[in-house]
């Protein structure tokens, strides 16, 4: 893949699991560390989005 | 001798910032490039603060705390707009960096002139930012003003709050220009994580054993508080993901947002700061629950009063000092970025109206009236602060709404091919037409211009944003096939 597809991929899997992701996910159950479940969702996400970043970063640099 | 204490910490806390802004200028010469984008040589690390000022406002503090007290679960919209707006800004901000230093930009409207070969629509969007910066710094009075009231334990009134935070904000800055700025995000950020550490996790397990003890009694007394889309939850999902998508496209749009990309000392600082930023935003994971602990603490807080939410349980349950040091990291999460603001408003009017009109040539001109044009802000947000009494997320969403509008041209202004400036400005015009439309018809149909629109079912920002961006393409291809002149050819 080309750089710049694996930058876009990155970019949009967070985009869309902080988006439309959070529609489909819309539960109190299971709570995760005492969160309800779509927060935990949320939460994973702000923290996994520097990684998927993070290879795009590489990627573009390379 | 309560009020005597906390007031007596925020006032110390205050001065002690300014000084630190005023050390990390010392030495530095003020000429415009340096007191409105910083030399452009930000390091990555204060860059880093710069950015993410956005983060640590007073909305932060209140206003998210105050959302999850008063409205529930979908104040988790404030964790993924941020998230998406850092995407968004590392395909961006590097690119927008590249050309303003290129072409010499100081403003965030001097990219719309320049880009688009228009003085006109850098005027345009000079005044667009300048309206729409008024409710953010309302934000920030309005913040400023529930935080010295508390500190003074009711002995102070509004009013004499509200001026006093005004006077802090003039002379902060006065002083400071972006570096200064900068360097008080130091102080500004360290006391607010401490705050924010200190009501989300504290306070909750003090009385509730954790802040998912909290959470429990929240999910006891209020069935469906903790969903978006709960059976008490007065907005729906759909409103949720619409705003977040508004506002993450929002977020570097504020004038004071591009000068500190035009700030970075380089095009790698701020890809590096797009990866890394989101981290900053899961402090506001322990702002919620804050907000959740107030709302099994102190219920029955309604409207704008949800804002005081957590502090008054503060203020009620900790000695005067502990206030104090709290009330402190949020009279700065004010303070700092509404100078910032007032800076970037008087800023842009003063450039890309005044000077590109002819009036105010010389620096000396100029200076002058960038102060006189401070000074107007300031009364105009204290006016909408006196008319609007509304929610600290209801003002946040008002100039979000506006000041998206720029959006389409940021991003189409970063092409080699670009459209007509006449598509782009018609574009904004029928964005900012739709707003006033949709406020006129919501306080029609009663409660408030703000009440309404947060709970429409669409974000209608989002849905100007649409009619904008129509506006934009048709008269775009339409300019195109009559064979009108297209804006000057690029250099790279």
Same mark, same amino acid.
């Given at each position: 893949?080309?750089?710049?597809?694996?930058?876009? =991929?990155? #970019?949009? @899997?967070? &985009?869309?699991? /902080?988006?439309?992701?959070?529609?489909?996910?819309?539960?109190?159950?299971?709570?995760?560390?005492?969160?309800?479940? =779509?927060? #935990?969702? @949320?939460? &994973?996400?702000? /923290?996994?989005?520097?990684?998927?970043?993070?290879?795009?970063?590489?990627?573009?640099?390379? | 001798?309560?009020?005597?204490?906390?007031?007596?910490?925020?006032?110390?806390?205050?001065?002690?910032?300014?000084?630190?802004?005023?050390?990390?200028?010392?030495?530095?010469?003020?000429?415009?490039?340096?007191?409105?984008?910083?030399?452009?040589?930000?390091?990555?690390?204060?860059?880093?603060?710069?950015?993410?000022?956005?983060?640590?406002?007073?909305?932060?503090?209140?206003?998210?705390?105050?959302?999850?007290?008063?409205?529930?679960?979908?104040?988790?919209?404030?964790?993924?707009?941020?998230?998406?707006?850092?995407?968004?800004?590392?395909?961006?901000?590097?690119?927008?960096?590249?050309?303003?230093?290129?072409?010499?930009?100081?403003?965030?409207?001097?990219?719309?002139?320049?880009?688009?070969?228009?003085?006109?629509?850098?005027?345009?969007?000079?005044?667009?930012?300048?309206?729409?910066?008024?409710?953010?710094?309302?934000?920030?009075?309005?913040?400023?003003?529930?935080?010295?009231?508390?500190?003074?334990?009711?002995?102070?009134?509004?009013?004499?709050?509200?001026?006093?935070?005004?006077?802090?904000?003039?002379?902060?800055?006065?002083?400071?220009?972006?570096?200064?700025?900068?360097?008080?995000?130091?102080?500004?950020?360290?006391?607010?994580?401490?705050?924010?550490?200190?009501?989300?996790?504290?306070?909750?397990?003090?009385?509730?054993?954790?802040?998912?003890?909290?959470?429990?009694?929240?999910?006891?007394?209020?069935?469906?508080?903790?969903?978006?889309?709960?059976?008490?939850?007065?907005?729906?999902?759909?409103?949720?993901?619409?705003?977040?998508?508004?506002?993450?496209?929002?977020?570097?749009?504020?004038?004071?947002?591009?000068?500190?990309?035009?700030?970075?000392?380089?095009?790698?600082?701020?890809?590096?700061?797009?990866?890394?930023?989101?981290?900053?935003?899961?402090?506001?994971?322990?702002?919620?629950?804050?907000?959740?602990?107030?709302?099994?603490?102190?219920?029955?807080?309604?409207?704008?009063?949800?804002?005081?939410?957590?502090?008054?349980?503060?203020?009620?349950?900790?000695?005067?000092?502990?206030?104090?040091?709290?009330?402190?990291?949020?009279?700065?999460?004010?303070?700092?970025?509404?100078?910032?603001?007032?800076?970037?408003?008087?800023?842009?009017?003063?450039?890309?109206?005044?000077?590109?009109?002819?009036?105010?040539?010389?620096?000396?001109?100029?200076?002058?009236?960038?102060?006189?044009?401070?000074?107007?802000?300031?009364?105009?947000?204290?006016?909408?602060?006196?008319?609007?009494?509304?929610?600290?997320?209801?003002?946040?969403?008002?100039?979000?709404?506006?000041?998206?509008?720029?959006?389409?041209?940021?991003?189409?202004?970063?092409?080699?091919?670009?459209?007509?400036?006449?598509?782009?400005?018609?574009?904004?015009?029928?964005?900012?037409?739709?707003?006033?439309?949709?406020?006129?018809?919501?306080?029609?149909?009663?409660?408030?211009?703000?009440?309404?629109?947060?709970?429409?079912?669409?974000?209608?920002?989002?849905?100007?944003?649409?009619?904008?961006?129509?506006?934009?393409?048709?008269?775009?291809?339409?300019?195109?096939?009559?064979?009108?002149?297209?804006?000057?050819?690029?250099?790279?």
């Amino acid at each position: 893949m080309s750089p710049r597809v694996v930058a876009a =991929v990155c #970019a949009v @899997i967070p &985009a869309l699991a /902080l988006t439309l992701g959070v529609a489909l996910v819309d539960r109190l159950e299971p709570r995760i560390l005492g969160l309800p479940f =779509v927060l #935990a969702w @949320i939460v &994973a996400w702000v /923290l996994l989005t520097p990684a998927f970043m993070w290879v795009a970063y590489r990627s573009t640099r390379a | 001798m309560n009020a005597g204490v906390a007031l007596g910490i925020v006032a110390v806390v205050v001065v002690a910032t300014i000084l630190l802004g005023l050390r990390g200028v010392r030495g530095v010469a003020m000429d415009p490039q340096e007191y409105i984008v910083g030399g452009r040589s930000i390091g990555a690390l204060l860059l880093w603060l710069l950015l993410a000022g956005e983060i640590y406002t007073t909305f932060t503090f209140l206003g998210a705390a105050g959302w999850a007290y008063g409205k529930g679960a979908p104040a988790y919209y404030i964790l993924c707009y941020g998230t998406i707006a850092y995407i968004i800004s590392f395909f961006i901000a590097p690119p927008i960096h590249r050309i303003a230093r290129e072409r010499g930009y100081l403003t965030g409207p001097d990219f719309f002139a320049d880009r688009y070969g228009s003085k006109a629509l850098g005027a345009l969007v000079a005044l667009l930012g300048f309206v729409m910066l008024v409710p953010y710094v309302t934000l920030q009075l309005t913040g400023l003003q529930i935080l010295l009231q508390l500190a003074g334990y009711g002995r102070l009134n509004a009013l004499a709050a509200v001026a006093l935070g005004f006077f802090a904000i003039a002379l902060f800055t006065f002083v400071a220009g972006l570096r200064g700025a900068a360097w008080a995000s130091v102080a500004k950020d360290g006391l607010v994580l401490l705050g924010v550490i200190f009501a989300g996790i504290v306070l909750p397990s003090q009385f509730f054993g954790s802040p998912a003890g909290a959470l429990d009694a929240v999910i006891r007394d209020h069935p469906g508080w903790l969903v978006i889309a709960g059976p008490s939850s007065p907005s729906g999902i759909t409103w949720v993901i619409t705003t977040t998508v508004l506002t993450a496209c929002g977020f570097f749009m504020w004038p004071q947002s591009m000068a500190a990309i035009y700030s970075a000392r380089n095009e790698d600082a701020l890809r590096r700061n797009a990866v890394f930023l989101p981290f900053y935003q899961v402090m506001l994971l322990l702002v919620f629950f804050a907000g959740f602990a107030a709302l099994e603490i102190l219920p029955g807080l309604k409207g704008s009063d949800a804002d005081k939410s957590f502090m008054l349980v503060v203020q009620q349950h900790y000695p005067a000092w502990v206030l104090g040091v709290i009330a402190s990291a949020g009279v700065l999460a004010a303070l700092v970025p509404a100078s910032g603001q007032l800076l970037a408003a008087a800023s842009i009017v003063g450039k890309n109206v005044l000077a590109d009109y002819g009036f105010a040539r010389d620096a000396e001109a100029q200076t002058r009236a960038t102060r006189f044009l401070v000074l107007i802000v300031a009364l105009l947000a204290f006016g909408f602060w006196a008319l609007a009494k509304t929610t600290l997320v209801g003002l946040l969403l008002i100039g979000y709404n506006g000041i998206t509008q720029l959006f389409p041209g940021v991003v189409l202004g970063l092409a080699a091919r670009r459209p007509h400036a006449l598509a782009v400005g018609a574009g904004i015009v029928t964005g900012i037409i739709a707003l006033v439309f949709f406020a006129v018809d919501q306080a029609q149909k009663g409660g408030g211009v703000v009440a309404h629109s947060v709970f429409a079912p669409v974000n209608t920002g989002l849905l100007a944003l649409v009619l904008n961006v129509v506006v934009l393409a048709v008269l775009s291809v339409a300019l195109r096939s009559s064979g009108a002149a297209r804006s000057a050819p690029v250099r790279r």
